[in-house]
């Protein structure tokens, strides 16, 4: 691993102290990178003007019993791999062959999005159960690494 990856790695988890996720266990953080340079920031959190789980008081996906890595519309948030492609797209940044950098393993929708948006490259901290999105990414010729496996 090079210092530069645990330094954006690093950035991820400070973002990610900013969702505003009812659990505290799901919290993300996200990261674009490119040429050294940090593009874009993002966290899961309810879009804006719209109340988190945390203002609410309770977590929706909780209160009707959702397991994790499934039927992931059912919830307030924007996942911080979504909200880091949006504030590119909102400030006309382009993403074409960046890394993004994200505390966890991103999802089938998440996985759609990045694919699209021209990241090349993906590294991500914690594993999270979604085989699909992982196939995604490799057939679409994505770079994907554990963080612990760059060491």
């Known amino acids: 691993m090079n ?22 266990n799901r919290h993300v953080g996200a990261v674009v990178v490119k040429d050294k340079r940090i593009l874009t ?51 006309g940044i382009p993403l074409e062959g960046a890394t993004l950098y994200c505390t966890h393993q991103p999802c089938v929708i998440c996985a759609r999005i990045i694919i699209n948006s021209g990241i090349k490259r993906i590294i991500y901290k914690h594993g999270y159960p979604d085989e699909f999105a992982m196939q995604l990414f490799n057939e679409a010729g994505m770079e994907v690494i554990k963080y612990d496996d760059l060491v």
Not at 42 to 67: D, F
Request: charged fraction near 25%.
């Open 3 to 24: 210092k530069w990856d645990k330094r954006f790695m690093d950035m991820a988890e400070v973002v990610a102290t900013w969702s505003s996720c009812y659990q505290e």
């Open 41 to 91: 920031t993002g966290y899961n959190g309810a879009p804006q003007g719209i109340k988190s789980c945390s203002e609410r008081g309770s977590c929706l996906r909780r209160e009707r019993n959702i397991p994790s890595g499934t039927m992931q519309e059912v919830c307030y948030a924007v996942h911080a791999e979504q909200n880091a492609i949006c504030q590119a797209a909102k400030i």
